[in-house]
Nanobody, 123 residues
Framework: QAQLVESGGGLAQAGGSLTLSCTVS????????MDWYRRVPGKERELVAV???????NYSDSVKGRFTVSGDDAKNTVALQMNNLKPEDTGVYYC?????????????????WGKGTLVTVSS
């Protein structure tokens, strides 16, 4: 059964670090891309980081140089290392995965979303 589970998050002080993790399970044929979004209070949902095929990465300007996204293909897991956190990083972080699953006689491409994990950065 296709499933996406996030972990990590919590409370950090400004300047501190946190790591988020996202794992996809099921009969995976190919991991196409995995993204991290966040919803900050009072703002629209923001695409924070992307890791695609060939482990190409991309970041929003607001986190570039502070956040690093990395993937472990063997574990179908993506991590978001967040350093030098700022109070404005506070929000709910969501993992999004574009995955192709295989079944007995067909493959199916699906988009999975996590339930979100709260990150709170105190000043």
């Amino acid at each position: 059964q296709a499933q996406l589970v996030e972990s990590g998050g919590g409370l950090a002080q400004a300047g501190g670090s946190l790591t988020l993790s996202c794992t996809v399970s099921g009969s995976i044929f190919r991991m196409n891309s995995m993204d991290w979004y966040r919803r900050v209070p009072g703002k629209e949902r923001e695409l924070v980081a992307v890791i695609g095929e060939g482990r190409n990465t991309n970041y929003s300007d607001s986190v570039k140089g502070r956040f690093t996204v990395s993937g472990d293909d063997a574990k179908n897991t993506v991590a978001l290392q967040m350093n030098n956190l700022k109070p404005e990083d506070t929000g709910v972080y969501y993992c999004n995965a574009d995955v192709t699953f295989y079944y007995s006689d067909y493959v199916e491409r699906r988009i999975l979303w996590g339930k979100g994990t709260l990150v709170t950065v105190s000043s």
